[in-house]
């Protein structure tokens, strides 16, 4: 008897799969779509066998989603293939990385994807340091800020109007309400409240009148206030990633990022491909095939100067000397 009602549990059983086996799905159910896909190769669909109104795009424009057909192996290191067509490939990477160009529009490229053709990417920068995966680091701009023969600074003309770099500012003034330190310091990474600080302090008692090269010399944080003011060549200064304000002076620990991860010369490779392709660029010191030497100031102080950086063999050292002797004023952002 139990052999029998185990049979008849079996029977009933398989005509319950029979059945639903015999249920037809939908086009929907299917990945199928009445919509059109804007990715999609004219020839490139699957009509849905239940429903010559759906369809499934089974062949991608690979180009307007952004692979090419460039070789990207020495350089790239996860390629992805485009589901179309195995010839045309992306490189997959983080966020932002050490090297890559940064846009007016927030978002971060490799140089070897720059185009010069598309007006909606102006470069404005080069990363040169990233955290959290990429999500945050720090820009560099592409050119140092310079200004008239009063070292005056002008926001729409910001590079290329003197061979010299801005003054530092405050030559026989200390500023109080920025810490000063006497060694170099990586835990210094304020450089935005103490470039504002600086933008925002005159020398007491002033003997020099405001627009002159002494005024800018002696009593004012020339360099800061150029800073804050500065957004670059073709950008709003009210753009919400590289408008006025959101540059500053790095401080310190800021510039000392540069010694991380090869930053420096990754930064190097980026400008001279970013020279080759047109871009106006330039070496964030004086560069040829020996040595690597200028010097970078910072928005961190002691009591008799700003400390500046030399670049020697793309070795960091600190600078002899104090305000006086300059430094060129690379603004950054961070991101």
């Known amino acids: 008897m139990k052999y029998v009602l185990f049979l008849i549990a079996i029977l009933f059983s398989s005509q319950a799969a029979a059945l639903n086996c015999e249920k037809q799905p939908t086009c929907e159910e299917l990945g199928y779509s009445t919509e059109n896909n804007p990715n999609c190769l004219d020839d490139g669909y699957l009509i849905c066998p239940f ?11 690979c180009e307007s989603l952004g692979f090419t ?33 940064y846009y ?72 109080p309400a920025i810490q000063n330190v006497t060694t170099l310091l990586s835990s210094r990474l304020n450089g935005q409240e103490e470039t504002r600080i600086l933008a925002q302090t005159v020398m007491p008692d002033c003997p020099y009148h405001e627009g002159t090269s002494d005024y800018h010399w002696y009593c004012v944080g020339t360099q800061a206030r150029a800073t804050l003011a500065f957004y670059p ?27 991380e991860n090869d930053a420096w010369n990754k930064v190097l490779e980026t400008v001279d491909k970013l020279k080759a392709a047109g871009v106006d660029v330039s070496y964030p010191c004086y560069k040829d095939n020996i040595n690597i030497y200028w010097k970078h100031c910072t928005s961190t102080t002691e009591a008799s100067s700003y400390f500046a950086w030399e ?16 430094g060129e004023i690379r603004p950054i952002l961070a991101f």
């Open 51 to 61: 429903d010559s109104q759906y369809k499934k795009c089974v062949n991608f424009n």
């Open 69 to 101: 057909n460039n070789d990207k192996t020495s350089w790239c290191k996860n390629i992805a293939v485009c589901p179309g067509n195995k010839d045309y490939t992306a490189c997959i990477k983080a966020t932002c990385e050490i090297g890559d160009v």
């Open 104 to 175: 007016s529009d927030g978002s971060c490229g490799l140089v070897e994807d720059y185009n010069p053709n598309n007006q909606s990417k102006t470069p404005v920068g080069i990363v040169y340091y990233v955290e959290e995966g990429g999500r945050h680091g720090r820009v560099m701009a592409l050119n140092g800020l310079t200004g008239d023969e009063n070292h005056n600074f002008d926001p729409k003309n910001p590079f290329h109007n003197t061979n010299n770099p801005l003054v530092q500012g405050f030559e026989l003034y200390d500023v």
């Open 233 to 259: 060549p073709d950008t709003d200064a009210d753009n919400p990633y590289v408008g006025a304000g959101h540059w500053y002076q790095p401080a310190i620990g800021e510039l000392l990022l540069l010694k």
């Open 311 to 326: 670049f020697v063999s793309a070795d960091l050292s600190l600078a002899a000397g104090g305000r006086d002797n300059g």
